[in-house]
């Protein structure tokens, strides 16, 4: 459903589009431009991007992809997530134990692979099982073969299958963060809004054998940055779109799943910010807790109300008739027609069984790092035993790396917000499903919410990492010997829980199958141009810096120094307005009119936080942070006519950090793109 | 279900605990010391207390309680909420324009009218209409014949009806205010919370014939006030328990009806929380709502909780079962061991529609004053035309004067708040029955949530109050030759609205029936000693001022104006802990040891809000502001333990008076009990 909108895209950068751009902007994205690119571009962690900017390893990514690294290497002593962080020698870089950096390598098809392994069973629940057996298998292989981290990408909604391999670095250091102040100025309520004055960056090396890696490629650093109508690109890992969803599944996002997860989200931002506002160490602990919920909370808002555009599923569902008219009495396509009932069944099945598992396996029912930590280990003790192709996804041996990473981290758990969580969710499970429920009987174990949180809380021992490490090695036997209360509490609900992921594994697979088939259909009918939905890998996305009009009123495209201060003054100061310290007192030194923020039609989404924007020489001018709110309906649909990424200028960045930090090395390896030597 | 708990109670003034008084306290209620507390108790507005503290009409009650009219002579210059109100002089009193204070004049017993008027009828409905009917039949001839106005109470869930005459008072002025900061110092994390340091007052006038009216009674102010182990009393208006409940019901609220009314606030309080997070004006615009629906969410939540105390219900269930066991095989009880039954199938009747109703019905899905204003007057024209006994609860002739002082209000309706409001329940109510359920389609009209609010907010004409008042007076044809949009909007969904309230009602009056004849058996094997459900109506409390313990810690009763100063220190003065400037700069000059807060062991529950809490000289000591978090689940049940009403003192509120407002006169007519003259 490839749109008439110019700067439509997340392309793969196996497939750019090369000669939209040619046409478009008489531009040659030739296979060296797009290769540097591709190795300069990073993810980071589990689900944000960034880049390379000196050829010593160093990073730039936001703010708040590194805040939950800065949580973490906090303490009530020193908050580094409030106050900053600046190490003015390699010395004084902290290691962040659990962050993972990833540089994609190589991209291979391995679809035939794929689907011969798949056509031979027709139940969907021994087709599960071969194609996450294969899946599992060409990923090991490749392990094996290349040392390298291997993933296989579903595309197309399973109309491809595309093996992803990855440089990982996980000897990542901290080198620079400025205040959370200043990075999220603004806080929730200017989140996803335009007019921005945030300095959302914050910068990390990689290192190997413990010195500062050499990497294979970064990008030079422009300090004069963007102009308004300049052609400019992304290059990051978009987490998720829904834009080649069927009407029924669609509907069944606007009605049912966007709704309810709405309501979870609401109800954990009650209670995070009601937990907050009791002490200021309540509110350091939770703080990264409830900027996530709040940003899910805005973000699913958007996406809702995108769906509630009539003329949004209206169009869709002509194009969707047309289609499956074009498809009807051309007997290669039946699969395809047939396809839409499919995915509509499958749709119907899902709903009916959401809550459950939304709650019991899903975790909205349990939530807390503790559980979270207590399940692995109860499921990684019998994961672990079985062959590779049949466990569940999260323990094939592929991803063995990032799974003790996670699960090893010394990142601190608070009691209190444990119990708090702990309880809150065990109360939302008893109102979902009704107290009377034997899966929470079972759970509740003859207490209340409030009592059964505070007891598992106070005697599960899964907050110490040692412990963790030799449950996890010692397996289902030392599992079972330890007899945690809360690995236990995750055994009585196993069962369900386990039966209910199978119920929609199975129809997850009957789901995929279908939109292959369309797929299928769709490029013998419409030819192979387009992009796939996103999946959290990498992609290229393309267009113009520009401002736009909003109730009549023009919106420019660029933001200064000078409004961060008159909207400081205009909300009283009050947070999330108050500027830091050094802002107040570095206002004189500063050049006001410098560019700060700025927005352009590149289409992103979420999961391109921290993603490089770069010119036609592929310079830095700028990382991505943010969208407006009109940038939120972008899951299903994308329209340039407001839709917009926000970024912080390369020039913003060069000027704060020599006129307010004095940080003049970084500054220096930025623009010569080398450390002093 | 009385316990063995000491002080449980909230009598009728008609059926007071003297016995027990007598026994625990060697306490004398004397009819002269009742009936004088009586006529000094008001209800003000719609579910608030207070008392008369002159003979001049002077009334104190909660600054909670009065916080609706401040917010309503508020504008954005001058905003007497934030910073509070002081009349010097008689003339500087300001007019409350829509408030209404109530005292209670006597109290009748109407069961056997009632119950002659609905014995007749074996068909629900036709038994709802004939109660009905009766009930403004005994209301509208006791105001004719008196000029009081008149409400039949239902008490003991039908077992009983009585008939209350009220004297009103319509000409309400406000003399006299705190800042908000300080009447609710502490806030949200605060609310429900022990310790406390709220000056939670606000002083009215009651006036008649343009002078300040000449009150039948007043309590005398006691500038001493309580002291530890002190009997004292409490009178006032708690709106209602379900203590009386059956297991049927209260399951019910615990799997359904808390959870979904929980649901409900969460979303509101984001929502408020985070467009007043937007801008300042935003968030005087906003405050009230987001007081109220905080105050909600907590309460709601502390319910909940006490629901699911295992132990609870199960005590609940074997009580039944026992009771029920003496039922059986006695004919004379037959129809109240039916009744169980009746009740269950009710219930479940009921939640069957529940979120139906409460989104059509009950406006969760058309938010903000204008749809309700708009409704009113599309019902208004069609209730009024039927005869009194016909009509709509709420259109009786008896709550005539009440409606129109409502419906007329001169209240500021601001169009941005009532536009998110609107949208954002349009959203919901599409989220709760699907985009495309007919009566969504139809309220929607083709249009998002946001369109079609922001559509309808701008060209409705119910803002206006002559309009109001045009289509009120012209009835049926001047509201339809009107065509406002919003009025048509209720029009369009009001079939629908009006069946799901009519099912409730035949429901509900087999509901009523059948607690009816429970409550017969119950005071036929039991005797009548006891009280019922509270009702919103005057009732009496008893109890020890009294400290508790909490998580091993001894809680004293009382804090003093030091602790103020402290927990502002502690929180670092941000808010909702900053004080304001006149507590800051009035320090000095205060006897910090001074008692502030102090708890009792008085049985409260919501309502009872302004509350005085009087000695046995009849005294007032103190007024009720709050219960702490342990008193939540009285709603279903007292414990003594822990469970405490908490007041401010009398002595905190002449040194508060005095010494930071420099408010002499009013000090001096409180120890005087007259205006000077």
Redesign the interface.
């Known amino acids: 459903m490839l749109s008439a909108n110019a700067d439509e895209g997340m392309w793969l950068f196996s497939q750019p589009p090369a000669q939209l751009l040619r046409e478009q902007y008489q531009f040659d994205a030739s296979p060296a431009w797009l290769d540097h690119l591709q190795r300069a571009s990073v993810r980071v962690g589990g689900g944000g991007s960034g880049s390379f900017v000196s050829e010593d390893g160093l990073l730039i990514s936001n703010h708040h992809v590194g805040a939950g690294t800065l949580q973490k290497l906090s303490t009530p002593e020193r908050n580094l997530l409030r106050d900053g962080f600046h190490a003015r020698t390699l010395a004084a870089e902290l290691p962040c134990r659990d962050l993972e950096l990833n540089v994609l390598e190589s991209i291979e098809d391995v679809a035939p692979r794929v689907n011969a392994a798949v056509a031979k069973e027709s139940d969907p629940d021994r087709a599960f099982a071969a194609r996450r057996e294969v899946i599992a298998q060409i990923e090991k292989d490749s392990l094996d073969r290349t040392g390298l981290r291997s993933d296989v990408v579903t595309l197309w909604q399973g109309g491809a299958y595309h093996l992803y391999r990855f440089k990982r670095y996980t000897d990542v250091r901290l080198v620079f963060a400025p205040e959370e102040q200043i990075a999220s100025f603004g806080?929730?309520?200017d989140n996803f809004e335009f007019p921005r004055y945030d300095l959302d960056i914050c910068f990390f090396r990689a290192y190997e054998n413990g010195s500062p890696a050499r990497v294979p490629a970064f990008l030079r650093f422009s300090p004069q940055g963007a102009g308004v109508g300049e052609l400019v690109f992304v290059s990051g890992h978009p987490g998720r779109t829904s834009r080649l969803l069927t009407v029924a599944e669609l509907?069944n996002l606007?009605?049912?799943a966007?709704?309810s997860r709405?309501?979870a989200l609401?109800?954990q931002?009650?209670l995070l910010?009601?937990w907050s506002?009791?002490?200021?160490e309540n509110a350091r602990r939770a703080r990264r807790s409830l900027v996530g919920t709040?940003n899910s909370?805005?973000a699913t808002e958007g996406r809702?109300?995108g769906l509630?555009?009539?003329e949004f599923l209206a169009g869709k569902a002509k194009a969707e008739a047309e289609f499956k008219q074009r498809l009807t009495g051309r007997p290669e396509f039946a699969d395809a027609l047939a396809a839409y009932t499919a995915i509509a069944e499958t749709t119907r099945v899902l709903a009916a069984q959401a809550t459950r598992r939304g709650l019991i396996e899903g975790g909205q029912g349990f939530g807390g790092d503790r559980f979270r930590i207590a399940r692995t280990l109860l499921r990684a003790g019998d994961e672990r035993s079985k062959p590779d192709g049949q466990r569940l996804h999260e323990f094939a041996a592929a991803g063995r790396a990032s799974l003790e990473l996670s699960l090893f981290s010394p990142k601190p758990i608070y009691a209190d917000l444990e119990t708090l969580t702990l309880a809150d969710s065990l109360?939302?499970l008893?109102?979902?499903l009704?107290?009377?429920d034997p899966l929470v009987r079972e759970a509740?174990a003859?207490?209340?919410?409030?009592d059964r949180a505070a007891e598992l809380i106070k005697t599960t021992r899964v907050q110490d990492v040692a412990f963790r490490r030799q449950l996890y090695e010692g397996g289902t036997s030392a599992v079972a010997a330890a007899n945690d209360p809360l690995i236990e509490l995750a055994r009585r609900v196993d069962t369900e829980a386990r039966a209910l992921r199978k119920v929609a594994e199975a129809q997850g697979e009957v789901r995929e199958q279908a939109h292959a088939a369309i797929a299928r259909a769709r490029n013998a009918l419409n030819g192979t141009a387009g992009y796939p939905d996103a999946t959290g890998t990498l992609r290229l996305s393309y267009g113009l810096v520009k401002g736009y009009e909003e109730a009549g009123q023009p919106v420019p495209a660029f933001t200064t120094f000078a409004g961060l201060y008159d909207r400081a003054k205009t909300?009283?100061g009050?947070?999330?307005f108050e500027l830091p310290p050094v802002w107040v007192k570095g206002k004189t030194r500063l050049k006001l009119p410098t560019p700060y923020n700025f927005v352009s039609t590149c289409d992103i989404i979420g999961g391109n936080s921290g993603s490089p924007v770069v010119n036609r020489a592929g310079e830095f001018v700028g990382i991505i942070f943010d969208g407006n709110l009109q940038s939120l309906p972008g899951d299903y649909y994308f329209n340039d006519r407001q839709n917009r990424a926000v970024a912080v200028h390369s020039a913003a960045i060069l000027e704060a950090l020599t006129r307010i930090y004095d940080a003049r090395a970084l500054a220096r390896e930025l623009t010569t793109g080398r450390l002093a030597r």
Not at 277 to 280: E, G, I, N, Y
Not at 446 to 450: H, L, N, V, Y
């Open positions: 806080g929730d309520p509907e606007r009605d049912q966007l709704p709405l309501a609401h109800r931002e009650v910010n009601a506002a009791r002490s200021q709040q909370r805005k809702l109300a509630l555009q009539p109360t939302y008893a109102g979902q009704g107290a009377g509740l003859g207490k209340s919410p409030r909300m009283g009050r947070p999330p």
